[in-house]
């Protein structure tokens, strides 16, 4: 696998060339991102790899500048092994989330953190409007933030919809009509080369909690994506789960016709606050706490208790998650205010208290889907896995 430059162009199509990289160096890479300050001897011990095999894969690692060392560390006796962790600068990538309203464009670095954001111009209804305009703004971020093209790593898009029978197609919201069951890759790749990837919001917010959120605390959670519908990702032991069809985390499906419009989804949030006399333009006009309307999201959130808690109860009976994030489009407030109609109570035949998970609002700011979407191509491209 190879890290596209965005420099070199062939017919207006992106290169592919420069860094390459390894499965053994995949799995090398990860490890020390999950355990920034981890050593050799460690990785030795919990990779199984020969000493001198992964003495070889971290020098090489270290060599095109994706690890480094961060200090002398002892391990019992004789030389000291240096802990690393993840170089920054090693390389980057673009998440762009495609929503009901509004696209958002993100820039990261190899660990996740965010260089940059662009909310486009364009109608996220119109493909080659929002395929133009992300390559245009692409091309000046990366002069903008002076990153060298060898080391980027894609793009990562983030669709609200099922997966359909391409991985890289989906049955859209109807805000979305027109990319309904679009290859999105292809569609993508001929105005910004071949390292394109796509995904769902929902599981791509749980990529982006799973990396920079809760999920260096929580290895398995489940995340409760609140966009213009519902959806949600499943996060076992720090890996994505996609299911059979890769639809896994579909939420909605837990909900019959006469169930949806009464489910925390924030297209019905948006219909209570109109008919209450409360006009809002979009998802990003919700009222925040101590600001008018404000009184009607919190009766809203108490409508739709019912179905949240069959939602969460399904959640814990299924997977049994350590922890239970609420995240989508859904602002600071409407998250916190979410989670905290969360909790429950689940007690044995005897009616002791059983372990549940805990609810909390995702600690993921500005677009979760775009981080998530570029993390995931940093996944893609460099560690050979897309979970």
Known sequence: MTLFTAGRKNGGKMSSNLISVSKSQGLVLDMIRRQPGTTRTRLQNQLGLPQQSLHRLTTQLEEQGLIRQSGPATEGRGKPTPPFQLNPAGAFAFGLSINAASAELVLTDLTGAVLAEETLRSDPDDPPAVIAETARLSAMLISRQRLDPARHA??????????????????????????????????????????VYAENSAKLGAIAEAWTGHGQRFPTFAYVSLNYGLGGGFMVEGNLSFGAHWNAGELTTLFNLDQKPHRPALGNLLRYLREHGHEVASIKAIPRRGTPGWDLVEAWVEEVHPALHQLTRALWGILDPAAIIIGGEAHDDLRSLIAAHCPFEIRDRLGNPMRGPLCLPGAVRGDPSACGAAIFAIRNTLYGTQG
């Open 154 to 195: 894609g793009l990562g898009v983030a669709m609200q919809g099922f997966r359909a029978a391409g991985q890289d197609q989906f049955r859209t919201i109807v805000q979305l009509d027109r990319w309904y069951d679009m290859p999105i890759r292809a569609a993508f790749a001929q105005a910004l080369g071949p390292l």
